[in-house]
């Protein structure tokens, strides 16, 4: 038991100080097919099962699919929300979009975070800690490892370190409840994405104005 809990205490803390070097200049750092290729193999050792076949594929698409439109129209409804365009249309985005929405956020963002976090980390602290402190672990290190994104943009730390971490928690569920890391994929591409597109969308308005 106390060697589960080191190793997964370990990944913890490491998936936290990998998160520190993201500022650092080197375009192999933030590069997308790196980044899922690490979170697959995390959760390839962990030997996560990531229920991408049979009926958990399935429970998974269902799952993932409401929970994703559902994430969606939120997000919609809270860009006509004026303090929230307001910061849409401050926000640094990327120079190529169609990379941005094509493969950064799908690979480099949703896939490899789902592998690392509720794949890999998920998979280790519930055999070492039990399934609700395992997903406490997983959940608070998912929020700590924003701290360096928040001070990146300007975003309030301790916030920052909160949403993530509520969100972490509610990603899990979804893993755990279909069985399958497609559930909480769906709903993550479904935040960023449409997060992505609205903000592009009031950048295009305020430019045309």
Request: net charge positive; hydrophobic share 55%.
């Amino acid at each position: 038991m106390r060697a589960r809990r080191v190793r997964a205490l370990g990944l913890a803390a490491g998936l936290i100080g990998w998160s520190f070097t993201a500022g650092i200049d080197a375009p192999w750092r933030r590069h997308p097919l790196l980044q899922a290729a690490l979170g697959t193999a995390l959760a390839a050792s962990a030997r996560t099962q990531m229920g991408l076949s049979g009926g958990r594929l399935r429970s998974g698409l269902r799952v993932g699919g409401v929970t994703a439109l559902a994430v969606a129209a939120a997000v919609t409804a809270a860009g006509f929300v004026p303090r929230v365009r307001d910061a849409m249309a401050a926000r640094d985005l990327p120079e190529r979009p169609a990379r941005w929405l094509g493969v950064e956020i799908p690979l480099g963002t949703v896939w490899s975070e789902e592998t690392a976090f509720r794949g890999a980390l998920a998979t280790l602290a519930a055999e070492a800690f039990g399934p609700r402190r395992g997903r406490a672990l997983q959940a608070l290190t998912f929020g700590l490892t924003h701290i360096a994104d928040a001070r990146g943009t300007g975003e309030p730390v301790l916030g920052t370190v909160a949403a993530t971490a509520a969100a972490g928690w509610a990603l899990a569920l979804l893993a755990e409840r279909s069985g399958s890391l497609i559930a909480p994929m769906l709903a993550h591409l479904a935040v960023n994405e449409a997060g992505a597109v609205a903000a592009l969308a009031v950048r295009r308005s305020a430019g045309q104005r």
